[in-house]
């Protein structure tokens, strides 16, 4: 597994089984903060506090940097046609204890024209099942689907911040 390269992540059985768990719960409309925020982000997500794989996942980012100690609550994003979330970065400067370091986003399901795009590296459209893990620093997007619905699971890999006041 490399950064910015799609590796496969989940089969498209547990694909379904977080997409099912998603349409049990309560979906509401994602937000976030700060100027122009109203404009940045339009679409729908639920919390996935079914923490049976969540070992495995920081694991996972422990490959890639040993000070990971656990994950932020992954999110399950939908994203339907007039439906996006703009230009941003999964990091900024924060007062919390623990600091974003790693964003990883996997394909639930896939839309027309629905997408994860960062803007410094190109990276193909990933399949369902099929995840990618970038600097939580990189400004990415989510694209508008044309038709249907595109759901995605992000996680996030959290270590100490050392500028936490």
Same mark, same amino acid.
């Given at each position: !597994? ?5 590796? %496969? ?6 694909? /379904?089984? *977080?997409? &099912?768990?998603?349409?049990?719960? /309560?979906?509401? %409309?994602?937000?976030?903060?700060? #100027?122009? +925020? ?6 729908? *997500? ?9 070992? /495995? =996942? ?18 399950? +994003?939908?994203?339907? #046609?007039?439906? @996006?979330? &703009? ?6 400067? $924060?007062?919390?204890?623990? %600091? ?10 896939? +839309? ?8 410094? %590296?190109? *990276?193909?459209?990933? /399949? ?9 620093? &990189? @400004?990415?997007?989510?694209? $508008?689907?044309? $038709? ?6 992000? *996680? =996030?890999? !959290? +270590? @100490? ?5």
């Amino acid at each position: !597994m490399k950064l910015y390269e799609p590796f %496969q992540f989940l089969t498209t059985n547990e694909c /379904d089984a *977080i997409i &099912d768990y998603a349409n049990r719960e /309560d979906i509401k %409309q994602g937000c976030t903060v700060g #100027p122009g +925020a109203q404009d940045l982000r339009r679409n729908r *997500i639920v919390w996935y506090n079914d923490s049976s794989s969540w070992q /495995d =996942w920081i694991s996972l980012f422990n490959n890639i940097e040993k000070r990971i100690d656990w994950i932020e609550t992954p999110q399950i +994003a939908f994203y339907k #046609p007039g439906e @996006k979330y &703009d230009w941003h970065t999964d990091q900024g400067r $924060s007062r919390r204890t623990h %600091q974003r370091l790693w964003t990883l986003t996997c394909e639930l399901q896939n +839309a027309p024209n629905g997408a994860l795009e960062l803007q410094a %590296q190109t *990276i193909p459209k990933l /399949d369902k099942g099929q995840a990618i893990i970038f600097p939580s620093v &990189d @400004k990415h997007r989510a694209t $508008s689907p044309s $038709s249907g619905e595109r759901i995605s699971l992000t *996680i =996030w890999a !959290m +270590a @100490k911040n050392y500028h936490s006041v």
